[in-house]
C-alpha cells in the first residue's frame, strides 16, 4: 500500500481562511449564516496529474489515468482516497494508456471506461471499452463501441450504460451519436437520440434519472486540426432515457469546457468546478497564444437547481484548477489534481469540503 499521507502532519489541516470568509460572504449577502465548512487540504495524490478520470465506489474515490507532465505524457497509474482516513491507495494499473475518458460506475463494484485518446499527446482516439472490478482489481475488455470516439461521455443510469458526443480519428470534429448498452448482459451498443450540438469536453452527471451535459467544445484541436477557434460552450441539456429524448435546460453562467472530471450530482443540484473558458474570437486567441495565457484554469465553483433550473454561483476555489477530478463520498467533497497553469502545471494537491452544509445553507435561502 502507498500513501501520501505521510509526513504532513497536523499542519496538512489547517483552516483555510481565505474560502472560508468568502463562502461567508456568500451567504451573508444571501441573508444566512455561513455553515462551519470550508475547502480543507488533505493528503496530497501520490503523483501530479491533468485530466485524471475519477470514479466513487463505496467510500473511495478513485483517479484513473490522465497525464503527468507537461509534455502530456500518458499515465496508467490508479490511486484511490478514503477522506475519513485521508489515505490514499495504490491499485494496479489501467491494461493501456488512456485518456479522455469520463468512467462509469456501475453496482457499486464496476468501473466503465469507453473510447478516449491512446497514448501520449497527440493521440488516437479508440473503440476500446474496458471493465475494472474494483473487488479483485482484475481488468477486463468488453464490447468495443461502434467507432472510435474520446472526450465524449460515459454514464450508467437506469441499469443501461450511455456513451455519446467526442471526438472521432481526426481529433477536430465532434459527433453526435448515442450509443447505449446492458453492462450485465453486454452483447452490442444500440442506437438512441443523438446529442443535440455535437461536442467533446463536456461534463454531465445523473439525477432522478436523468442525463445532464454542460459546457464543452466544438473542434477538440480547432478547425482543421490547428490550435485557434477553440472556444468553449455554454449550453446545457438534458437527456430523458424513458423518452429517449434531449430538450434545452437554462445554460451555464458563462462557457466552460475541462470540467467533466470535477461535475456530480447532489442533494438535488449538478455541481460543477474548475475547468477552462476560452473567450470567443480569433483575434484573441491569437493573442492569448501569443501571450502564453491560453487554456487557463478557472477557479469558480457553481451549482445548477434542478428543481426551478436556476444557477448559483458559491465561493471562489483554492486555486485555479485546469481538468481536475472530484467527487463527492458520503457527504465529502474530494478535488484533487488538475493544472494549476493550465495543462503545463499538473498537480497532487487535494482538498475536501463538507459539501451537505452548504447544501442546506443554500436550500434555506
Same mark, same amino acid.
Given at each position: 500500500?502507498?500513501?501520501?499521507?505521510?509526513?504532513?502532519?497536523?499542519?496538512?489541516?489547517?483552516? +483555510?481562511?481565505?474560502?472560508?470568509?468568502?463562502?461567508?460572504? /456568500?451567504?451573508?449577502?444571501?441573508?444566512?449564516?455561513?455553515?462551519?465548512?470550508?475547502?480543507?487540504?488533505?493528503?496530497?495524490?501520490?503523483?501530479?496529474?491533468? #485530466?485524471?478520470?475519477?470514479?466513487?465506489?463505496?467510500?473511495?474515490? !478513485?483517479?484513473?489515468?490522465?497525464?503527468?507532465?507537461?509534455?502530456?505524457?500518458?499515465? @496508467?497509474?490508479?490511486?484511490?482516497?478514503?477522506? &475519513?482516513?485521508?489515505?490514499?491507495?495504490?491499485?494496479?494499473?489501467?491494461?493501456?494508456?488512456?485518456?479522455?475518458?469520463?468512467?462509469?460506475?456501475?453496482?457499486?463494484?464496476?468501473?466503465?471506461?469507453?473510447?478516449?485518446?491512446?497514448? =501520449?499527446?497527440?493521440?488516437?482516439?479508440?473503440?476500446?471499452?474496458?471493465? !475494472?472490478?474494483?473487488?479483485?482489481?482484475?481488468?477486463?475488455?468488453?464490447?468495443?463501441?461502434?467507432?472510435?470516439?474520446?472526450?465524449?461521455? /460515459?454514464?450508467?443510469?437506469?441499469?443501461?450504460? %450511455?456513451?455519446?458526443?467526442?471526438?472521432?480519428?481526426?481529433?477536430?470534429?465532434?459527433?453526435?451519436?448515442?450509443?447505449?448498452?446492458?453492462?450485465?448482459?453486454?452483447?452490442?451498443?444500440?442506437?438512441?437520440?443523438?446529442?443535440?450540438?455535437?461536442?467533446?469536453?463536456?461534463? #454531465?452527471?445523473?439525477?432522478?434519472? &436523468?442525463?445532464?451535459?454542460?459546457?464543452?467544445?466544438? %473542434? %477538440?484541436?480547432?478547425?482543421?486540426?490547428?490550435?485557434?477557434?477553440?472556444? $468553449?460552450?455554454?449550453? #446545457?441539456?438534458?437527456?430523458?432515457?424513458?423518452?429517449? =429524448?434531449?430538450?434545452?435546460?437554462?445554460?451555464?453562467?458563462?462557457?466552460?469546457?475541462?470540467?467533466?472530471?470535477?461535475?456530480?450530482?447532489?442533494?438535488?443540484?449538478?455541481?460543477?468546478?474548475?475547468?477552462? +473558458? +476560452?473567450?470567443?474570437?480569433?483575434?484573441?486567441?491569437?493573442?492569448?497564444?501569443?501571450?502564453?495565457? $491560453?487554456?487557463?484554469?478557472? $477557479?469558480?465553483? /457553481?451549482? !445548477?437547481?434542478?428543481?426551478?433550473?436556476?444557477?448559483?454561483? @458559491?465561493?471562489?476555489?483554492?486555486?485555479?484548477?485546469?481538468?481536475?477530478?472530484?467527487?463527492?463520498?458520503?457527504?465529502? @467533497?474530494?478535488?484533487?489534481?488538475?493544472? @494549476?497553469?493550465?495543462?503545463?502545471?499538473?498537480?497532487? /494537491?487535494?482538498?475536501?469540503?463538507?459539501?451537505?452544509?452548504?447544501?442546506?445553507?443554500?436550500?434555506?435561502?
Amino acid at each position: 500500500m502507498r500513501s501520501g499521507a505521510g509526513g504532513a502532519g497536523a499542519s496538512r489541516r489547517p483552516a +483555510n481562511l481565505w474560502a472560508a470568509a468568502g463562502l461567508a460572504l /456568500l451567504l451573508a449577502a444571501c441573508g444566512e449564516a455561513p455553515p462551519e465548512t470550508a475547502f480543507v487540504p488533505a493528503a496530497p495524490q501520490p503523483m501530479a496529474r491533468i #485530466a485524471s478520470a475519477p470514479a466513487v465506489v463505496g467510500e473511495r474515490i !478513485y483517479f484513473l489515468g490522465g497525464f503527468a507532465d507537461p509534455r502530456l505524457r500518458e499515465t @496508467l497509474e490508479i490511486y484511490s482516497y478514503d477522506p &475519513k482516513a485521508d489515505e490514499w491507495r495504490t491499485h494496479p494499473d489501467m491494461p493501456v494508456g488512456t485518456n479522455h475518458v469520463m468512467p462509469a460506475v456501475v453496482e457499486d463494484r464496476y468501473i466503465w471506461i469507453a473510447g478516449g485518446f491512446r497514448g =501520449s499527446h497527440p493521440g488516437t482516439a479508440t473503440d476500446a471499452v474496458f471493465r !475494472y472490478d474494483t473487488v479483485t482489481e482484475r481488468w477486463e475488455e468488453q464490447v468495443p463501441l461502434p467507432a472510435p470516439r474520446a472526450s465524449g461521455a /460515459l454514464v450508467h443510469v437506469n441499469g443501461r450504460l %450511455h456513451f455519446f458526443g467526442g471526438a472521432g480519428l481526426e481529433r477536430h470534429v465532434s459527433y453526435p451519436e448515442h450509443w447505449t448498452l446492458d453492462p450485465r448482459a453486454p452483447a452490442a451498443w444500440v442506437p438512441a437520440a443523438p446529442m443535440p450540438e455535437p461536442r467533446a469536453h463536456f461534463a #454531465a452527471a445523473v439525477a432522478n434519472g &436523468k442525463i445532464y451535459v454542460l459546457g464543452g467544445i466544438h %473542434h %477538440h484541436d480547432g478547425l482543421d486540426g490547428v490550435t485557434l477557434n477553440r472556444d $468553449d460552450l455554454d449550453l #446545457a441539456h438534458r437527456y430523458d432515457p424513458q423518452s429517449d =429524448s434531449w430538450e434545452e435546460i437554462p445554460r451555464l453562467p458563462a462557457p466552460r469546457s475541462h470540467m467533466e472530471g470535477s461535475t456530480f450530482a447532489y442533494g438535488g443540484r449538478i455541481w460543477t468546478l474548475g475547468g477552462r +473558458n +476560452n473567450e470567443p474570437g480569433l483575434f484573441v486567441e491569437i493573442w492569448e497564444e501569443v501571450a502564453g495565457l $491560453d487554456d487557463r484554469g478557472l $477557479d469558480v465553483f /457553481l451549482s !445548477y437547481r434542478i428543481a426551478d433550473g436556476t444557477w448559483r454561483e @458559491l465561493q471562489t476555489l483554492p486555486r485555479e484548477l485546469y481538468a481536475t477530478g472530484a467527487g463527492v463520498v458520503g457527504d465529502t @467533497l474530494v478535488i484533487s489534481g488538475g493544472g @494549476l497553469d493550465a495543462w503545463r502545471g499538473p498537480s497532487d /494537491l487535494t482538498w475536501t469540503l463538507d459539501l451537505s452544509a452548504l447544501a442546506e445553507a443554500l436550500e434555506r435561502r
